[in-house]
């Protein structure tokens, strides 16, 4: 293969099947299109059915929507086992997530554990069911969506539940990264900044949040819809063969702080 034929291949995910988890909304919706403009048979993954089918819709044949809680161990097999259905399983995209604000000495233990159980415990069920099918092909990439918050902490955002369970996460993609690395299966992952999703809403709609945020961002802005296409082509194609077990900050300069 010539050097330009290897540079135009080395995003494409022609041949690829792809699980994105929470694709009914936000940067999932977004996920799960630009996996699929770049060749992949994308699975979508959400609770919402009429949004998963308006994505269907939006982008025709190779996107398959499948209805999804992923704090449901049954739920989550299920999704895995069409997702192999579809072909070689090559990509799993852990997006789904939920987060509240409450000051730590108000936040009920039982909201705390519910926010473990989707943004912790179900990247690695989802983790390990899709390594069962990509570890006896020797290849594959587990994409978890972390956040900025998982490496710094967000007060005076009150968000103790959220950042401990993306903290967490981005221990979990180093240790599976480190535990798979010689058999041929790559976890990295996405740590974003500040962006438009249903869950910073309240963020985008308040001239104080909009302020803080200009204001502790180096760049000066929020991250616009497109400006997290490129990491996730970079983590889930052949361009990062030589990569695992990392955190890829999309911030703006937030953590460089």
Known sequence: MSLHDHVSSLFSLEGQVAV????????GYRFAKVLHAAGATVVAAARREE???QLASECGDGLIPVVTDVANDDDCVQLINIAAD??????LVNNAGIGDQFAAED???????QVLEVNLTAPFVL???AARRMLPQRSGSIINVASVLGLVASAPIKQASYC????????????????????GVRVNALAP???????TDVMWGDEGSMNFIQRNTPMGRGGNEDELDGALLFLASRASTYVTGQILAVDGGWTAR
């Open 20 to 27: 994105v988890t929470g694709a009914s909304s936000g940067l």
């Open 51 to 53: 949004r998963l089918n």
């Open 86 to 91: 579809a072909g070689p399983l090559e990509i």
């Open 107 to 113: 936040e009920d233990p039982a909201h705390f554990r």
């Open 127 to 129: 983790s390990q069911l």
């Open 164 to 183: 401990a369970s993306k903290g967490g996460l981005v221990n979990l993609t180093r240790e599976l990264g480190a535990q798979w690395a010689r058999k």
């Open 193 to 199: 900044g500040w962006f438009v999703s249903e869950m």
